[in-house]
């Protein structure tokens, strides 16, 4: 297996942004509504030894090597045998450059849309999530990391796989410094989703169904 790099890629996965993008929430929308997406940076963790043109095949996974000491067979009633094997990730990869992120000042903040999620959903209550900070606006679900989490490893990996779902959409963004948002209530509104979107320094969207990331960087000032 080789190692993996970080890839710079082209205006198609530019293409591919915009498109997760216009799938996704009222976050999304604000983020696609940006003037410089075109001219930001896009870059993606991946083998080195996967092709440039398998690069830019975004919807599919088969990237990441999956050892074989990791599937899961199952007997049938009929005697016939089924495999699972469990999708490889780069989440590790993706957590270190939020901890970076989120470290590098105090008005740091990431939000990451929870497509599958409603507000109703009992299992967001549940202990397991406890670990996580959920927010809330209207009928959708959004989980945020703040500065105070750079070195919680544990939370971002959770809230990476609680937001992961059909579409992964997020953004490494800050608060203004006449922000009085209400985080701790639990609740967002219309502002603060556009300013989060017009703040945001980088957006992630998921790919490779499900293997990795594309990570789009503002471009430089």
């Known amino acids: 297996m080789n190692e993996c790099a970080e890839i710079n890629l082209g205006p198609e996965a530019v293409s591919y942004i915009r498109d997760c993008l216009a799938n996704g929430k009222t976050l999304a929308r604000y983020l696609l509504q940006r003037l410089d997406l075109e001219s930001g940076a896009v870059t993606t963790f991946?083998?080195?030894d996967v092709s440039e043109e398998a690069a830019t095949q975004f919807k599919w996974g088969g990237k990441l090597y999956r050892d074989p000491a990791t599937f899961v067979y199952h007997t049938e009633p009929d005697g016939s045998t089924t495999r699972w094997e469990p999708v490889p990730n780069t989440d590790p990869w993706l957590a270190s450059i939020l901890r970076e992120f989120l470290g590098a000042g105090p008005e740091r903040v990431c939000v990451f849309e929870n497509e599958s999620a409603l507000p109703s959903d009992p299992y967001l209550s549940l202990p397991r999530w406890a670990i996580l900070q959920t927010l809330i606006f209207e009928n959708e679900v959004y989980h945020?990391?703040?500065n105070r989490d750079a070195e919680n490893e544990v939370r971002i990996?959770?809230?990476?796989?609680?937001a992961d779902s059909w579409l992964f959409i997020g953004a490494m963004t800050s608060l203004s410094q006449a922000?009085?948002?209400?985080?701790e209530a639990g609740r967002l509104d219309d502002e603060a989703l556009k300013m989060f979107a017009q703040r945001a320094e980088r957006i992630v969207?998921?790919?490779y169904d499900g293997e990795s990331y594309l990570i789009w960087s503002k471009p430089a000032s």
């Open 144 to 146: 945020l990391l703040s």
């Open 46 to 48: 991946l083998p080195s």
């Open 205 to 207: 969207v998921g790919a």
């Open 157 to 162: 990996l959770t809230t990476i796989r609680r």
């Open 179 to 183: 922000s009085d948002l209400p985080l």
